[in-house]
């Protein structure tokens, strides 16, 4: 199959607000620079970089629509949720995300004494740092150990301490994907389950979630295959829900490079999501 062509939508996207590198300024220049005419701004746990971002957008044509990506609980696996257009002014939202930064902080210290233990000695003034005011992430840690002399590239120190089933891992979810949805749809947003290529026992989670207000799933990612993305379109339509993409940018290479707008994405898919928060429904559609 031919490559699609990209379509200057792009809703998964980082800033200095969570683990991402450009701050939101510039990064909404670089998708203007790029022709991306519509950006989700999904930092991890924070709306920080949103308000920006907007007034950014604004003069330069770029249309930015509020998001946060948050981490959730499901049996023994993190699912990551992206939370859309939920009002950043509600105080029932930014309490939620304050708690979960909290959070961060507290395993962000529990992997630095694990990271300790192992003989890889890295200050948490050093990680505070690299984070800046951004929620802190394991992508602080790693380049504070790159910084530190432990390892030479943030996915090496991935490889070694910080990835999943590593000794210096620990999970940053604390609501489960059930409550997660529930609260982002109770806001009035739209919940889409995030990068889930891989997830274990996705239909069934699915189907629960969608019964619990999951609006859409993200089904075209960087780096997926077209096959992969078909399977998960075609679990999408079947629980009618939003079939979401974006390229999950960080200014740095995750996984592999991945770039601004250099996902395939549904032109019409900004509309969707715009079309359930207007009927005041944000969950799936409901069957005629
Ligand atoms: P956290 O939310 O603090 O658990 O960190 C998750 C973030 O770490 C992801 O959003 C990526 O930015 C980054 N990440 C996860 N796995 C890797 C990896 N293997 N190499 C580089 N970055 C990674
Ligand atoms: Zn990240
Ligand atoms: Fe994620
Ligand atoms: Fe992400």
Redesign the pocket.
């Known amino acids: 199959m031919k490559p699609r062509p990209r379509s200057g939508v792009d809703l998964h996207t980082?800033t200095t607000a969570?683990?991402g590198l450009l701050g939101p300024t510039a990064l909404v220049e670089l998708a203007g620079f790029r022709g991306v005419r519509t950006i989700a701004v999904t930092d991890?746990?924070s709306t920080e970089g949103v308000a920006e971002a907007t007034r950014t957008g604004l003069s330069l044509g770029v249309e930015v629509i509020a998001g946060v990506?948050l981490?959730a609980r499901h049996a023994d696996q993190?699912v990551?949720i992206l939370a859309y257009h939920v009002d950043a002014c509600s105080p029932a939202w930014q309490q939620a995300l304050l708690q979960h930064r909290r959070r961060?902080e507290d395993?962000?210290a529990r992997i630095v004494e694990t990271l300790a233990n192992l003989g890889v000695p890295v200050g948490m003034d050093l990680v505070r740092q690299q984070a800046g005011a951004g929620a802190?992430?394991?992508?602080?840690?790693?380049r504070a150990l790159v910084a530190a002399g432990h390892a030479r590239s943030?996915?090496e120190?991935?490889?070694r301490w910080?990835?999943?089933d590593k000794e210096a891992f620990f999970?940053?979810a604390s609501l489960s994907a059930e409550e997660t949805v529930s609260l982002v749809g109770d806001l009035g947003g739209v919940a889409a389950i995030a990068h889930p290529a891989g997830l274990f026992d996705l239909d069934d989670l699915v189907a629960r979630l969608a019964s619990l207000g999951l609006g859409g799933m993200e089904c075209y990612y960087s780096h997926y295959r077209a096959g992969v993305t078909s399977a998960l379109v075609a679990l999408a339509r079947r629980h009618r829900l939003v079939a979401t993409g974006g390229s999950?940018f960080?200014g740095e290479?995750?996984?592999g490079p991945r770039q601004l707008g250099g996902v395939y994405v549904p032109p019409d898919v900004p509309a969707e999501l715009r079309a359930r928060v207007r009927r005041g429904y944000t969950g799936a559609d409901p069957r005629p």
């Open positions: 980082h969570s683990d991890h746990d990506e981490c993190d990551h961060r395993r962000a802190i992430g394991r992508p602080h840690i790693a943030s996915s120190a991935f490889a910080l990835g999943r999970s940053v999950d960080h290479e995750v996984h």
